[in-house]
């Protein structure tokens, strides 16, 4: 998988694997161990760019026999397998979870694991997802590392079988986008997020890099497929605030970071977040923060120097 290390740390798996089957943080290391009669296929961001707009990490198809280890002590992303035949084994601090046909493995990120064949004649058959730590799954912070049954299973590991044939054809965007909306399902059991919410917490999300369009809430509720009314009542539950009023704090915040870190003029800082007019966005972004843009700019830069002092 794409945080795998070498094989040159068979011998600390054989030192993990020597100690007793509940273990602790400390006992936990990054490695693999694949053996030569598993075959993997992987589906990566260079091959399918579409999974950056969803924050997929990368995926992948596995059929695994024989020598097969995966650990990490602090990983930087979500983990899923989702297991149709055979199955294995997770060691978790503390606990260990037998594997099994029809289950989705659950280890979130900053969170230790060892997943393994429990014997060299153990058969395993998984489709699995690494997951940006980002605000689009920002719901599975925190969530406790499972291992549950869930129907959908037998949906998304077919499906990113058939994206891998679909790599050069156009149909794989809407494969992506239904592999996500099938992940969403299997996660909301976790979030503790009605599927609205869940959808809608990722839609603003994918905002953070479409702020130059012209969005209004009926496009919006369209993106989510609900009412515009329906979709005020989310927001104001999550954010406390409307549809738009989310939106302009976002444009908000980018128009602040471009500011401070770019040297980008005025007028392409307006049109990135969404205004076309220069004059605009400065009438607009100084009722929001009492100052220019241009002042916001000498601001901020002067205090950052003198952080540095």
Avoid at 14 to 32: C, Y
Avoid at 186 to 212: C, I, K, P, W
Avoid at 282 to 288: K, L, V
Wanted: hydrophobic share 40%.
């Amino acid at each position: 998988m794409g945080y795998i290390l070498g094989s040159g740390n068979l011998n600390s798996y054989v030192q993990m694997n020597q100690l007793p089957v509940i273990m602790d943080h400390e006992n936990f290391q990054d490695i693999l161990i694949l053996g030569p009669e598993c075959r993997e296929r992987f589906l990566i961001t260079e091959e399918i760019p579409e999974l950056r707009d969803h924050d997929m990490h990368m995926g992948g198809v596995s059929w695994l026999r024989g020598r097969y280890h995966v650990g990490r002590k602090d990983p930087n992303i979500h983990t899923l397998l989702f297991t149709l035949g055979g199955g294995g084994q997770v060691l978790l601090p503390g606990r260990s979870e037998v594997i099994t046909p029809g289950s989705v493995t659950l280890l979130p990120a900053h969170q230790p694991f060892l997943f393994e064949l429990g014997t060299a004649e153990q058969e395993w058959r998984m489709a699995w997802l690494l997951l940006d730590d980002s605000e689009v799954w920002s719901a599975l912070r925190g969530q406790p590392a499972d291992v549950f049954q869930h129907d959908q299973v037998w949906a998304i590991s077919p499906m990113m079988d058939a994206l891998y044939h679909q790599i050069k054809t156009p149909r794989r965007r809407r494969m992506v986008g239904l592999i996500s909306e099938i992940l969403t399902d299997v996660l909301l059991r976790e979030s503790g997020f009605s599927r609205l919410e869940m959808t809608v917490r990722q839609l603003y999300a994918q905002l953070e890099d479409q702020l130059h369009h012209p969005w209004s809430q009926a496009r919006l509720a369209e993106r989510v497929h609900c009412s515009v009314p329906h979709l005020n009542r989310v927001c104001k539950k999550l954010y406390g605030q409307g549809p738009m009023s989310r939106l302009a704090d976002l444009r908000l915040q980018r128009a602040g970071e471009l500011l401070a870190s770019s040297n980008w003029q005025v007028s392409q800082i307006a049109q990135r977040v969404g205004y076309a007019d220069a004059f605009n966005f400065s009438h607009w972004f100084r009722g929001r923060t009492g100052m220019s843009p241009t002042q916001f700019r000498r601001y901020s830069r002067s205090r950052s120097l003198q952080d540095k002092e």
